[in-house]
């Protein structure tokens, strides 16, 4: 099985605990904060759709550069908007991955800020660690944030204490 076949089935498998933690912050908590360090609810929320696009950043691209290229940020405005902004980019990491060839996620790829680089990786690593772990690593703090606000926490790998 060719590797993009293999991230795009990952990815679709993650995807499901990645909606399911989504849809439970509801829009009126958007702005809320654990921490005056800590990003907003909504934001953190839209940071976790926004991350699919990454897919097609790393894939397309020998490098990507924060200072010469904008991302799409995820502005949603109600947890609808916020399902639908994932699910759609969603739908453009798995098509993506699906159609990149084993050379193309063997070869380097750079991500910058103007003259610095931040991280120079193999294309297949940069996928792991800019998109799916990524994407894990902030399912995680928002499960915090729903267990603060008191909101059931939906299982991930199992169920969680909120679930029999």
């Not at 909606?19 to 904060?33: A, C, D, V």
């Not at 703090?141 to 729903?146: A, I, N, P, R, T």
Request: hydrophobic share 45%; proline share 5%; with cysteine.
């Amino acid at each position: 099985m060719a590797l993009g076949i293999s991230m795009a089935a990952e990815l679709k498998h993650e995807a499901s605990n990645t909606q399911k933690i989504l849809s439970r912050i509801p829009g009126e908590h958007f702005e809320w904060k654990p921490h005056e360090k800590s990003m907003a609810a909504g934001r953190l929320a839209s940071h976790i759709a926004e991350l699919t696009q990454w897919a097609g950043l790393i894939i397309n691209m020998p490098e990507f550069d924060f200072t010469k290229t904008p991302l799409n940020r995820c502005k949603a405005a109600d947890t609808k908007e916020l399902l639908d902004f994932f699910e759609q980019n969603l739908e453009q990491a798995i098509a993506t991955l699906q159609a990149a060839t084993d050379e193309v996620l063997n070869e380097n790829w750079i991500l910058r800020r103007g003259e610095i680089v931040v991280v120079s990786l193999p294309k297949k690593v940069a996928l792991r660690s800019m998109l799916m772990n990524h994407i894990i690593h902030h399912r995680g703090q928002l499960s915090v944030y729903l267990r603060l606000l008191n909101i059931p926490v939906p299982g991930m790998y199992g169920p969680s204490a909120d679930e029999k």
